[in-house]
Each structure stands twice: as C-alpha cells, then as structure tokens.
C-alpha cells in the first residue's frame, strides 16, 4: 500500500505545484487516511517539496485494529499535550523553503486558520479546495473491495435479524442488534447511525430509532452499513410484518422498487449525475408522489457515507467508472409510513457487464 499513497501524494503534489503552492496541509481526516493511510485522531499531513510529514497528537497504536499509516511518511509525534498538530505543521511548513501553504479551507475553522497564519507570518495561506475530494471520487480496486466486503457485512447482519421474531421488539432495540452483527462479523462498527423504522415512521430517510414497538400489518424499513478497513457502504430495506401486505402497501412498495431499478440501470460511465436522479424520480413522480420525495437519489460512498458525486436535480458533472454510489429512492406518507430501498453499487462500463450491486439482500416485498 506504500506505493499506493505515494502516488496519490504525487497526484496532489503535481495539483499543488500547477496551482504555484510547494507545501500542502491536509486536516480533514478522510482526507489524511486517503493520503497517508490509518493515522492517530487529529493526524494531519503536511506535504512539501523534500519530504511529507505525518503530525500527530499522540503516537500511533502498536496493533492498530484498521492498518497503521505509510511507512514512507515522516512520523512527528507532539511532545506537548493539547497543541493543534495543524498549526504544529504550519510552524515546521514556515520553517521551509516557499512562500504558499495549501490549506483545506472548507474544512478549516475561523479560528484555525488564523492560527496557521500567526504561527508561520511569512506564508501565504492559499486554498487547496477539494483537491483531495476529487482524487477520491474514482475509486481504485483495492478500495473497491474493501467496501464489497463491507456490503457482506451488513447483507449477513441484516440477514441474520430477518429470521429472528420481530414483533413486539422495538425500534431501538432492533438498531442496537444489528450494530452488534455488524461488529461480530468484522466491521469496525458501523458506517452511520443505523435507522430502523416501523408504521408510520417507515419510510423517513435519517430516521433515528425511537422506543416504538413494531405491530403485525407495520411496514419495517431498515437502513444500515458497515465500516471496514475505514470504507462505508449502505444497504437499506423495507418489509411488511405479517402474513397479508395491504394493497396500498403493494402498491407504494412496487412503485419504489422500479424506481429504484430504474436509477440503477442509468448507472454507466458518462451518465449525468442528474440524468440517475431524474430516471428514478420520475417514475415516482409520475405516480403522484412528487411532493413526498427525498432531495437526493442517491450519493458517493467511500472513506465517508456520503461523498461526492450527488444524484439529485441539480447536480452537475458525469460519472466516472469505478466511483461507488448508492441508489435510494423513497417515499414517506405522514401517518402512514413508507418504502425506501437503498443499494450500494459500482459504476462500471457495459462491457464489464455494467453497474456492480454490493448489496444483494433481496429486494422482493417480504412478510416476515
């Protein structure tokens, strides 16, 4: 792997000297791991001309449980307690030949930045932008797999919580057990906060788990994903609790899942991102659902859950082969409840056999 972050350094590096900075300081953390590998909490990266530095707060772990970071960086470990490893960095960085230091001002507060700016007087803080962000988007196999397994992960925890009594359980409850499986079949935990939602919650995207209980005739819609080697992937659900679905659950449940089928088969290198939005949310729109639609289709997943690019209606740009996305339409009905499936998948050309499903549960409508 040393090989790989050097290169994705040098990728920056070449980004940083075209735009005139020789120095770059990376802080937002997804970006460190992405540059540096697994790094202690609050690493931050100082890339330069001779050499890059990993500074860090505390040293990092001897049997680190998710890697340890490139053997190739040099390592700086803070001898006082409580000092920002950032405005450590700009110091060493002020101590350097150059005159610009590249810094993630999206990610940087106020107060930070004027740290940086005070501790090194003779640099000038240039904006770095989403430089690393769009290194990330396209996704190496390396790290492909490593959210593939994650989707197993989370297909196995959620699996395994369909077979067992659900009724009478509440939602709360059930989010904490699917958290343990995840756990036990080897995810560092879990990729958001799971969302598991009965009745008249099913459906609400982000919904957090209450003390409701779940009731024969409820929709059941569950929403989870797993971390593993610090990639996050998502998988999401919805089925009916009992032996009967009423016909307007069949209903709403059938429109959802073309839907769905339809934002994924527009997954293909070059598509619009809002091209994937519209064909899903169309077909639900044509329904007369237009106004109880989520403002997202779907979005990049990766070291974050939610990353660039964006399905939606304004997006802008096309997608690349190898970027990750997930696929989510859905639909809530105040009082009622709702339908949302949500898969994980790779944008992949036709000749590779197209878009590549992480998550395979089923999505046919269940009466568990």
């Known amino acids: 792997m040393s090989e790989v972050y050097a290169t994705r350094r040098s990728r920056l590096r070449e980004r940083c000297n075209a735009a005139g900075t020789a120095a770059a ?13 697994a790094a202690p909490q609050g690493a931050v990266l ?12 505390v040293p990092p772990e001897d049997r680190p449980v998710d890697g340890r970071p490139d053997e190739s960086l040099v390592l700086r470990v803070l001898s006082a307690p409580g000092r920002d490893p950032a405005v450590a960095a700009a110091d060493l960085a002020g101590n350097q030949d150059g005159d610009a230091l590249a ?42 797999s490593c959210l593939r397994i994650g989707a197993e992960i989370a297909d196995q925890a959620l699996g395994e919580l369909l077979e067992s009594i659900l009724v009478g359980r509440t939602e709360r409850h059930l989010a904490l057990e699917l958290e343990r499986r995840l756990v036990d079949h080897g995810a560092e935990g879990p990729a958001f906060p799971t969302s598991v939602a009965t009745g008249p919650n099913s459906g609400r995207s982000g919904h957090r788990p209450t003390d409701r209980r779940v009731e024969e005739g409820d929709f059941l ?27 307007w659950q069949i209903e709403l449940y059938d429109l959802v899942f073309a839907a769905q089928r339809a934002g994924r088969e ?3 290198p070059g598509a619009a991102c809002r091209d994937v939005d519209r064909a899903a949310r169309q ?9 109880a639609l989520q403002p997202v289709t779907g979005h990049g997943v990766g070291l974050e859950i ?14 690349d082969a ?3 996305v997930t696929v989510e339409p859905g639909v809530h009905l105040p009082g009622r409840g709702g339908v949302r499936i949500d898969d994980t998948l790779v944008v992949r050309p036709e000749a590779d056999g197209g878009p590549e499903l992480l998550t395979i549960t089923t999505k046919e409508l269940l009466a568990l």
């Open 25 to 37: 300081l990376i802080t937002r953390p997804a970006n460190v791991r992405y540059l540096a590998g």
């Open 46 to 57: 100082l890339l330069g001309g001779d050499q890059d530095q990993l500074v860090c707060p």
């Open 103 to 144: 810094v993630e001002e999206h990610h940087l507060t106020v107060a930070r930045y004027r740290a940086l700016g005070a501790v090194a007087p003779g640099l000038r803080l240039a904006g770095l932008g989403t430089a690393v962000e769009q290194l990330r988007l396209i996704k190496d196999e390396e790290e492909i």
């Open 221 to 247: 819609s569950v929403c989870l994903g797993a971390a593993y080697r610090g990639y996050r992937c998502e998988i999401g659900r919805t089925f009916v609790i009992g032996t009967s679905p009423a016909d």
């Open 266 to 268: 527009a997954l293909m």
């Open 283 to 291: 077909v639900l729109d044509s329904a007369g659902y237009g106004a």
């Open 306 to 319: 939610d990353e660039d690019p964006q399905l939606a209606p304004a997006a802008m740009g096309k997608l």
């Open 322 to 324: 190898c970027v990750p």
